[in-house]
């Protein structure tokens, strides 16, 4: 199956890694799914272990949600977010 871009970086707190998303419209995200983040310095895949909205974790986000997702490598705003 091929990788279909779903949403895009807006923020990145490097002392935490953790990365703010804005979800596209029309897709979905869960935890235990993998991710690929690509842009012009950043090009790796990770699983997603941890989703959180206003400081709470819950177990997926939908289509317009802007999230907060712990990464494995340290990413830059206006990267995108693929689901593989």
Excluded: C, R
């Excluded at 970086?9 to 419209?25: E, G, P, R, S």
């Amino acid at each position: 199956m091929a990788e279909k871009p779903i949403g895009k970086i807006t923020h990145y707190y490097d002392n935490i890694l953790v990365a703010v998303i804005n979800l596209d419209k029309g897709v979905n995200l869960k935890k235990g799914e993998e991710i690929h983040i690509k842009g012009k310095q950043t090009d790796f895949s990770q699983k997603v272990d941890s989703l959180q909205i206003d400081h709470k974790d819950v177990d997926s986000v939908k289509a317009g949600d802007s999230f907060g997702l712990k990464m494995e490598q340290a990413v830059k705003e206006a990267d995108i977010v693929y689901k593989v």
